[in-house]
């Protein structure tokens, strides 16, 4: 059974760009994966966030609250 959802996790420094690297080569790869960023830091993403979702990220999240529901929420879906 191949993975539906999958999530990247990325630590300054250049989280964002090395995510949005893995998310667009995983994207190409398997168009069908569900693709759910988590940044941790405590900065603004409203930059990043928008070129890490032009890269193939369905989701981005800073915090693990975040990333627990919409791996919950996508793998439901996914999966119903």
């Known amino acids: 059974k191949p993975c539906a959802v999958i999530c990247i996790s990325a630590v300054p420094p250049h989280a964002a760009s090395h995510a949005a690297y ?3 080569r995983l994207k190409k790869a398997f ?4 693709i759910v960023v988590a ?6 993403i409203a930059r990043s966030k928008p070129r890490l979702l ?3 990220a369905d989701e981005v999240v800073t915090h693990i609250d975040q990333a627990v529901a919409e791996l919950r929420q996508r793998a439901l879906t ?3």
């Open 54 to 56: 032009a890269a193939g």
């Open 78 to 80: 996914t999966h119903n």
């Open 39 to 44: 940044l941790w830091t405590s900065e603004s």
């Open 31 to 34: 168009p069908e994966l569900r």
């Open 22 to 24: 893995l998310a667009r």
